[in-house]
């Protein structure tokens, strides 16, 4: 892997030139105590001291809400206006942590497993993730319990990772590559360091081959019921979460045009699996705490080579009731 250096200076230049060549940069930002990404202007509108964003960098690839087609009908006819694939802004996700990157590839991963998803791909193909390493962690995290760490290439185009002088740059891939190469005047050689001395300090929480080994075989457990009792169904853990990939589909009509929208949405939502007879498979909330482990840790494994889980402990900040998720495994794992 090829590796470079970037003073903390030459590092806002190549921000403000890439954003000046076209590329949208989205970037954490500050407002009060949270941080979230939003597109920028100016490099000087990131922050870059926090643990972790409200908000993944999810959103960049899969909308919030996206329309998916136009349509018009016309005496008796319907035209249909396609996802503009050459209409997607080519985009640059700057500052991101391991645990989010390496959330993009459970996403393709969904989006490509059958039909391969037009709108995520043209999102995919014009994004370049440069990631930072991570130097400080909280309770929350548990990157390193699911073969994360805070210093992980996955899924990144090119990796920072803060030093004495700077930024250690690893690239990646050849995405990254060509970024770099375009503004090579601002870096300087491979420094020569171990990275490993800048990382966060993090220990693993739980065993993952234990982990591995039970969950699939505890569909008819009761410790669902015990875990579950808590959860209040809002939904929360699933729009901060990098993976989470539930939708709807809705039609935004006026008169005999409109659009048809796909929307984020959970499975933790008691209305996510209601059939039109008003049948409901997950009609109590230990069904749907257990549809969610277990897509993340035994269905998404076994049928897309993936785990659904970065440990980046968004969604355990995000509950009002205080359900830990690293916590939830831990217990799973020493039964």
């Not at 105590?33 to 509108?45: G, L």
């Not at 007879?277 to 049928?303: A, T």
């Not at 889980?309 to 939830?328: F, I, K, Q, W, Y």
Request: charged content about 25%.
């Amino acid at each position: 892997m090829e590796k470079k250096h970037i003073s903390q200076d030459s590092l806002k230049v190549w921000l403000n030139k890439m954003g000046n060549d076209g590329q949208r940069i989205f970037a954490p930002v500050s407002k009060g105590d949270k941080t979230d990404f939003k597109y920028i202007t100016s490099a000087d509108e990131i922050s870059l001291d926090h643990i972790q964003t409200t908000q993944s960098a999810k959103a960049v690839a899969f909308p919030r809400t996206e329309k998916l087609f136009s349509f018009e009908k016309n005496k008796g006819d319907v035209q249909l206006t396609d996802f503009d694939a050459e209409s997607v802004p080519y985009t640059v996700v700057f500052g991101i942590h391991p645990c989010d990157a390496a959330g993009f590839r459970p996403l393709s991963g969904i989006f490509n497993w059958d039909t391969k998803d037009k709108p995520f791909n043209a999102h995919i193909d014009r994004t370049t993730l440069i990631s930072m390493s991570c130097t400080q962690c909280d309770d929350y995290c548990f990157c390193t319990s699911v073969n994360g760490s805070p210093g992980n290439t996955e899924g990144s185009d090119i990796l920072l990772t803060p030093i004495t002088d700077g930024y250690l740059v690893e690239i990646v891939t050849e995405k990254g590559k060509n970024l770099v190469d375009k503004y090579i005047d601002l870096f300087g050689a491979d420094p020569n360091i171990n990275k490993d001395d800048f990382l966060a300090k993090l220990p693993v929480k739980f065993n993952l081959e234990e982990l591995n080994t039970k969950i699939s075989h505890m569909f008819e457990s009761e410790v669902w019921k015990q875990q579950s009792e808590r959860c209040i169904g809002c939904g929360a853990c699933a729009f901060v979460c990098p993976t989470c990939a539930c939708f709807d589909i809705q039609e935004d009509t006026k008169g005999n045009s409109g659009n048809r929208l796909r929307c984020w949405d959970s499975c933790g939502f008691s209305l996510f699996t209601i059939h039109t007879s008003g049948h409901n498979p997950r009609e109590i909330q230990s069904q749907r705490w257990r549809q969610r482990l277990l897509h993340k840790f035994s269905y998404m494994p076994e049928r897309l080579s993936v785990r659904g889980c970065t440990g980046c402990g968004r969604c355990s900040r995000a509950c009002p009731v205080d359900m830990n998720l690293s916590e939830h495994l831990t217990g799973i794992a020493e039964l």
